[in-house]
T-cell receptor, first 113, second 113 residues
Framework: KAGVTQTPRYLIKTRGQQVTLSCSPI?????VSWYQQTPGQGLQFLFE???????NKGNFPGRFSGRQFSNSRSEMNVSTLELGDSALYLC????????????FGPGTRLLVL | QKEVEQNSGPLSVPEGAIASLNCTYS??????FFWYRQYSGKSPELIMS????GDKEDGRFTAQLNKASQYVSLLIRDSQPSDSATYLC?????????????FGSGTRLSIRP
């Protein structure tokens, strides 16, 4: 079974630009979560989508947004990029099993110059 | 504030020995517990999940859960250089979605030849 896929894998942007990252979950998974990982802050939860609805959102500014499509694929968007947005953005998918089991994609490494 | 605590390390273990990684959590009602392995520059990989008190073994890995003492540990037997990575402990504070999961900051494990 194919794992979680994320595109693009690497991205370089400049301050003020916007970026869209894509995530395709494991087949059958309807829950998709996004995380930001930086050396100093560790894994920070951004948001979770389930059945095209945002179920929870972490403590990030409104510049960070996302959506989920009917096929469970998800995108996240960051507008007006700041230097501090440089990070590894991880997508994780899982079943709606209540346990919270989730599998991570390879991540998108974003560098903001 | 619900917390998951891990010793940041680095934990240095000789090749062939048992590596013991520990994690404590604050929410007594926590239901599910996960260990992820993350190599430098890569995404987290789920290696163990445990839901009930006691031990769960998978190959060289054993997860141990003690809900009364609020700790979960990961033992790696016959440690190999390829086990050198950061190990993230994750706790679901309830029978709920993945968005509630709390990640520890990780323990860096180094296996010395």
């Amino acid at each position: 079974k194919a794992g979680v896929t994320q595109t693009p894998r690497y991205l370089i942007k400049t301050r003020g630009q916007q970026v869209t990252l894509s995530c395709s979950p494991i087949s059958g998974h309807r829950s998709v979560s996004w995380y930001q990982q930086t050396p100093g802050q560790g894994l920070q939860f951004l948001f979770e989508y389930f059945s095209e609805t945002q179920r929870n959102k972490g403590n990030f500014p409104g510049r960070f947004s996302g959506r989920q499509f009917s096929n469970s694929r998800s995108e996240m968007n960051v507008s007006t990029l700041e230097l501090g947005d440089s990070a590894l953005y991880l997508c994780a998918s899982g079943w709606e099993d209540g346990w919270g089991t989730q599998y991570f994609g390879p991540g998108t490494r974003l560098l903001v110059l | 504030q619900k917390e998951v605590e891990q010793n940041s390390g680095p934990l240095s273990v000789p090749e062939g020995a048992i590596a013991s990684l520990n994690c404590t959590y604050s929410d007594r009602g926590s239901q599910s517990f996960f260990w992820y392995r993350q190599y430098s520059g890569k995404s987290p990989e789920l290696i163990m999940s445990i839901y009930s008190n006691g031990d769960k073994e998978d190959g060289r890995f054993t997860a141990q859960l003690n809900k009364a003492s609020q700790y979960v540990s990961l033992l790696i037997r016959d440690s190999q250089p390829s086990d050198s990575a950061t190990y993230l402990c994750a706790v679901n504070p309830g029978y709920s979605s993945a968005s509630k999961i709390i990640f520890g900051s990780g323990t860096r494990l180094s296996i010395r030849p």
